[in-house]
């Protein structure tokens, strides 16, 4: 199945905005939804809406093996060992969040380290700040190379015996890149640290085996990958999942609870305190299963090569300024400013002819001060996008110039 033929699939995709078809180009953002997934969130809705876990009538039978299903789909798409290692959350901010405070405030004292990126995502920086500030743990930073990368010399420099906590993203989500995160997983496990994985934009394009990397806790959102919003999931080894405490308390999470004392269920339920989002977890379940009809490697390669072509078809624009590596292969993401353009005058401008962009700080700020820039625009490609919408953002691109530079003139 090609991407016109995968298009198809996708109803929203389907539609002219300000007079003309859409080109939606906006996926590292968040990402279109299939028929397929519409379709089960609505049958549940329809036939099996319930709580899980709590009733025996039919209904919430049927939720319950809906629910407890997307779960061992999230293992199987991820390798886990087990469905106890699958964590349901809001998504991947919330997973990072549960990582810091439950796991990290416990084992970080005042000397001890946390190894992030200056590229992060502030998600998986914000934490790690409240994390040291409440422990007095230093926060260090493994240096980026002049294109934006980050080397094993470097981490093998930034990583000592006092870090407690290495988490880096998979994929940066403004510069393309994408961190070996196995190879910093080993680096970390000799110092005695965790690693933990964002995996918000790296999980909707690869195919990812956490047993394979050996992290410690792995996140991501499915609202990238096809799925609904709010609903992700967090991976983490049993071992340490099990030392760890709940940070939300109430129904569901619950084993037994005296006037003065509670105690808590077994994995993985002891950390979904509450009614859970089970029509979320029935849509992840779903985008999966639809992601892997497609095939993980089939989309990546196709990501690979409609990034190839944006980094030939774009850079021979004057003024254009490209961020990230120049060469090797790069996921579906081209992040830019045009000379003289504001990223957002150039986001209106292209939406008004059908073309959906990110423009801003893309959620890191400190990366932004890095390069220089105050914000940027980004165009981000998914297994519906086809060379013409590079063609179409290409043409655009040129019109926005002319368009300004006669205005400035």
Request: proline share 4%; glycine share 8%.
């Amino acid at each position: 199945m090609n991407a016109k033929e995968i298009r198809k699939l996708f109803p929203i995709l389907n539609q002219e905005v300000n007079g003309h078809p859409l080109v939606y180009l906006d996926s590292a953002a968040t990402s279109q939804k299939p028929l397929a997934v519409i379709e089960a969130v609505k049958h549940y809705y329809e036939w099996d809406n319930a709580n899980v876990h709590r009733g025996v009538h039919t209904l919430g039978s049927r939720a319950t093996d809906a629910y407890e299903g997307a779960r061992e789909k999230v293992k199987r798409f991820l390798n886990a060992r087990n469905t106890e290692e699958i964590i349901f959350t809001r998504g991947t901010t919330t997973a990072l969040n549960l990582v810091a405070s439950s796991y990290a405030r416990s084992v970080c004292r005042e000397g001890d380290e946390i190894v992030i990126t200056l590229m992060e995502h502030h998600s998986n920086l914000i934490p790690w700040q409240q994390v040291a500030k409440a422990t007095g743990a230093t926060l260090k930073y493994i240096p980026l190379q002049q294109d934006g990368i980050i080397t094993l010399a470097d981490a093998e420099n930034t990583i000592t015996d006092r870090t407690k906590v290495v988490a880096v993203a998979y994929v940066s989500n403004v510069m393309g890149v994408v961190h070996p995160v196995k190879e910093l997983a080993a680096i970390a496990h000799r110092h005695g640290a965790v690693m933990v994985v964002d995996g918000a934009q790296s999980t909707p394009h690869m195919k990812v085996d956490v047993q394979d990397l050996d992290c410690d806790f792995y996140a991501l959102s499915g609202h990238k990958m096809c799925a609904p919003t709010g609903i992700g999931a967090l991976y983490g080894k049993k071992e340490l999942l099990e030392k760890m405490e709940p940070i939300e308390f109430g129904g569901e999470m619950i084993d037994f609870v005296d006037l003065y004392d509670s105690s808590w269920k077994e994995l993985p339920w002891k950390f979904e305190g509450g009614t859970p989002i089970i029509a979320g977890a029935v849509g992840l379940g779903a985008a999966i299963d639809f992601l892997e009809d497609i095939g993980m490697d089939n989309i990546h390669e196709h990501e690979e090569k409609l990034s190839a072509y944006a980094m030939n078809v774009l850079p021979v624009m004057e003024g254009l300024t490209i961020y990230g590596p120049a060469s090797g292969k790069r996921p579906g993401l081209v992040t830019f400013n045009l000379e003289d353009v504001h990223p957002h005058d150039l986001a209106t401008f292209l939406d008004a002819e059908g073309i959906a962009v990110r423009a801003g700080h893309h959620c890191c700020q400190p990366l932004m001060r890095w390069l220089k820039a105050s914000s940027t625009a980004r165009a981000s490609f998914y297994l519906y996008n086809t060379e013409e919408d590079i063609d179409r953002l290409a043409e655009s691109l040129r019109r926005t110039k002319e368009y300004f530079s006669d205005a400035i003139g």
